[in-house]
């Protein structure tokens, strides 16, 4: 199933989505664990992009899959704290996600009063579960080029920055 894309006059402020059925890695990602998802640790996950010119975001897209526990997710977009996640500028919640190995639904949050962000600023967008579902077990998914870049996570002892593959997602708006 293809992706829905983002709107035709939206601009492109950042995006590593790819096109058709290959929009996302269907079987490789990172895990976005509550804390009783069965996993040693939990864990939420932030990847790092640069805006070419000053915008206001008004829609962001991911490609996050389901693999077991209650079915939601946490979206936002944040600044940056000195190389990892800082305060959210706007925060989504996203449910019934499909099932991790399948493509290519992407959850798509938008903002129609938007939020500005600045040329060459370094900004975040960040997946975690949500705090009242501690079994929540996702998957953000790798993007299909391989594209690396600035990612943190944090396995509930703060954030942790490195340079690799990120997860899918597009970041559009004016």
């Known amino acids: 199933m293809p992706a829905t894309t983002a709107s035709s006059k939206l601009v492109k402020i950042y995006s590593n989505l790819g096109k ?5 890695n269907s079987i490789a990602g990172v895990g976005i664990l509550g804390p009783d998802a069965g996993q040693p640790w939990p864990q939420s996950v932030g990847c ?3 805006p070419k010119a000053d915008h206001t975001v008004t829609e962001i897209q991911v490609g996050a899959t389901y693999v077991q526990g ?8 944040n600044e940056d704290n000195k190389g990892i996640p800082g305060k959210a500028l706007h925060t989504w919640h996203f449910s019934n996600l499909p099932t991790f ?3 290519c639904t992407l959850q798509t949050a938008k903002y129609s009063k938007g939020i500005p962000l600045k040329k060459g ?9 949500q705090k009242k579902f501690q079994d929540t077990y996702d998957v953000w998914n ?3 080029a391989g594209t690396q870049g600035t990612f943190s996570n944090n396995i509930g002892s703060g954030w942790n920055s490195s340079y ?6 597009g970041v559009f708006g004016k």
């Open 20 to 24: 058709g059925s290959n929009v996302y």
């Open 48 to 50: 790092g992009f640069r």
């Open 70 to 77: 209650t079915n939601t997710l946490v979206v936002s977009l």
């Open 101 to 103: 190995g399948s493509c």
């Open 121 to 129: 600023k370094l900004y975040w967008v960040v997946l975690s579960p």
């Open 142 to 144: 790798n993007n299909f």
């Open 164 to 169: 690799q593959v990120l997860g899918a997602f």
